[in-house]
Nanobody, 125 residues
Framework: QLQASGGGLQQSGGSLRLSCAAS????????MAWFRRVPGKEREFVAA????????AYADSVTGRFTISRDNSKNTMYLQMDSLKLEDTAVYYC????????????????????WGQGTQVTVSS
């Protein structure tokens, strides 16, 4: 089970930090990721991190502004979001996979098995 938190309302240029706490069968979790969805649009990849935390991947739209990390001792993943833009407004979902892929960290939702409930991030001008 994944529990996302940390969303809220922030002004453009500000920062927010999202957390995703895993519980239950945490030993089976491999890569973890953040996706986001805006009403009327497809779910969009934001960032992902390998089980070790060494490898990360980011969408072009957030590169240089967002930082993904994880603390396996706390079974928690984080997304530090800086220099927020209006277009970052969305519901953010955390996800975790059960498999490792030789092609690298997945960026597609279908490769992730566990999903959190989503947390709303709203950026205002």
């Amino acid at each position: 089970q994944l529990q996302a938190s940390g969303g809220g309302l922030q002004q453009s240029g500000g920062s927010l930090r999202l957390s995703c706490a895993a519980s239950g069968r945490t030993g089976s979790i491999k890569d973890m990721a953040w996706f986001r969805r805006v009403p009327g649009k497809e779910r969009e990849f934001v960032a992902a991190i390998s089980r070790s935390g060494v490898d990360t991947a980011y969408a072009d739209s957030v590169t240089g502004r967002f930082t993904i990390s994880r603390d396996n001792s706390k079974n928690t993943m984080y997304l530090q979001m800086d220099s927020l833009k209006l277009e970052d407004t969305a519901v953010y979902y955390c996800a975790a996979g059960r498999l490792s892929y030789p092609t690298g960290i997945p960026r597609v939702p279908t490769r992730y098995y566990y999903w959190g409930q989503g947390t709303q991030v709203t950026v205002s001008s």
